[in-house]
């Protein structure tokens, strides 16, 4: 469950933080100041990622345990 869990974590989180780049972006006064807000953006998005990518591997492989 590990290895599908850490394919998923850099899928996921590649596409979480990306969106939370395009959030930061559309948002006037948070790209107003995107130099500080896109690094938290991209740590946010990879460690949001990581109890999703193990909850989702969890449903997809339940007998790997």
Do not use: D
């Not at 946010?44 to 007998?63: D, E, H, K, N, W």
């Amino acid at each position: 469950m590990f290895k599908v869990a850490m394919v998923l974590w850099i899928i996921g989180g590649a596409t979480l933080t990306g969106m939370l780049l395009v959030a930061v972006l559309a948002v006037p006064s948070l790209a107003e100041h995107a130099m500080q807000w896109i690094p938290w953006a991209v740590a946010a998005g990879f460690v949001l990622a990581m109890p999703i990518s193990y909850l989702v591997a969890r449903q997809i492989a339940p007998t790997a345990r």
